[in-house]
């Protein structure tokens, strides 16, 4: 059941993040910048969390779908798949890609830092290339929402841009219009401690400037 006969979001939920408007040229841009190595990246996102059927899982800032319908395959028809962005226009892409591929995901317009979700709701939580369009008081509250939604021993993996450590880093950071991100994925860890997280391991991605944050919530 793809959840394409719902409405699309037309209010836009208050927040203080970067909300992206350019949905439909969004998917071609990540391919763009990543090389062609968007469904790797994809992949490799997913597979950090190891999911198992049966699975419940959310996709905070989820755009266009990729990485929350690709979880959807994985935890299959007994698990489930929820999507939340404030971006309308997110929305309404990511449903039109699971009523394509028949995939079963509940897109819904929403903010990681007031989450519509009773507490211990779900087995895992992504957050793929998000992180930093919060500002750094919205980061730690949202941080602080996943790990009360999570349940007892659940799973938060996060994908980001690293911190530029070199002048061709800093050039292409600006060609992908992320050249004033100061603060990249290595310096989440601490901000994850604070939010009663345990567990928390780094690591790299297939693409060189992406890294992951693996944690979990105590069991
Ligand atoms: C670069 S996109 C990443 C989309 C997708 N997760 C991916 O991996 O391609 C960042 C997304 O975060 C969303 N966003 C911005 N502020 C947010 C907030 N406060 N809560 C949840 N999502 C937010 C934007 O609308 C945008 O769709």
Redesign the pocket.
Known sequence: MSQHHQASPTTIPS??????RWADY?DPL?SLFTLARRSKLRQATVDLARLQPGASVL??????G??ALLASAQVGASGSVVG????PE?IAVARRKAEKTGRTVDFQS????ALAFADHTFDVVF????MH??PAE?KQR?LAEIARVLKPGGVLVI?DMKQARTHRERLVKTLMLHGAMGNGVQHLPPLLQAAGFTQVETGDTNLRMVGYVRAHTPA
């Open positions: 927040t203080g993040g970067k909300l992206i969004y990540v996709e905070v800032g989820c755009g266009t990729d990485v939340i962005d404030p971006s997110m929403g903010v990681i830092e957050s793929s290339l998000m369009h919060l919205i949202g994908i």
